[in-house]
T-cell receptor
């Protein structure tokens, strides 16, 4: 069974540009979570999508947004990129009520120059 | 607001020595706590959760509500235990709050 897949693996952008990161959950999982892992800061919760709806978001500015598609895959968009947005972005999926076991992807390393 | 603190960024022990990775939390409700692990070049994965009261790969963790702690312990460390360990707290809103992580290095 395929795990959570994220693309691209690496993304290099310049300040002010927009970045789009993609995530495909495990088949049958309807919940998708996005986390930011910046150097020295651990994992910070960004967004949670379930059944196509945004259910919760962390303490991030509105330029961090996303969506979940009917097939439960998800996109994370970061507008007006800033240098401090450079981080590893991890996507995780679970069954709708399966918060106790998140399955993580390998992440997208975003570098903002 | 909930918070998870892992006071040690790095813990280095010799093979066969006991290991304790510390985790403290603050949360006003009834906590549900987890340990996640990331081995080198592998994905972050669930190690154990307090409600299961299980032992995985020789690791155990006991929830101490009085001390608001959920320390991860293993009596005899193995080299293959070397990894990054994250303590996490579940809260209403289906959100896991992670600590900053502790890198465990087990030396031969």
């Amino acid at each position: 069974e395929a795990g959570v897949t994220q693309s691209p693996t690496h993304l290099i952008k310049t300040r002010g540009q927009q970045a789009t990161l993609r995530c495909s959950p495990i088949s049958g999982h309807t919940s998708v979570y996005w986390y930011q892992q910046a150097l020295g800061l651990g994992l910070q919760f960004l967004l949670w999508y379930d059944e196509g709806e945004e259910r919760n978001r962390g303490n991030f500015p509105p330029r961090f947004s996303g969506r979940q598609f009917p097939n439960y895959s998800s996109e994370l968009n970061v507008n007006a990129l800033e240098l401090e947005d450079s981080a590893l972005y991890l996507c995780a999926s679970s069954l709708s009520t399966g918060y106790e076991k998140l399955f993580f992807g390998s992440g997208t390393q975003l570098s903002v120059l | 607001a909930q918070r998870v603190t892992q006071p040690e960024k790095l813990l280095s022990v010799f093979k066969g020595a006991p290991v304790e990775l510390k985790c403290n939390y603050s949360y006003s409700g009834s906590p549900e706590l987890f340990w996640y692990v990331q081995y080198s070049r592998q994905r972050l994965q669930l190690l154990l959760r307090h409600i299961s009261r299980e032992s995985i790969k020789g690791f155990t963790a006991d929830l101490n509500k009085g001390e608001t702690s959920f320390h991860l312990k293993k009596p005899f460390a193995q080299e293959e235990d070397s990894a990054m360990y994250y303590c996490a707290l579940y809260n209403a809103g289906n959100m896991l709050t992670f600590g900053g992580g502790t890198r465990l290095m087990v030396k031969p």
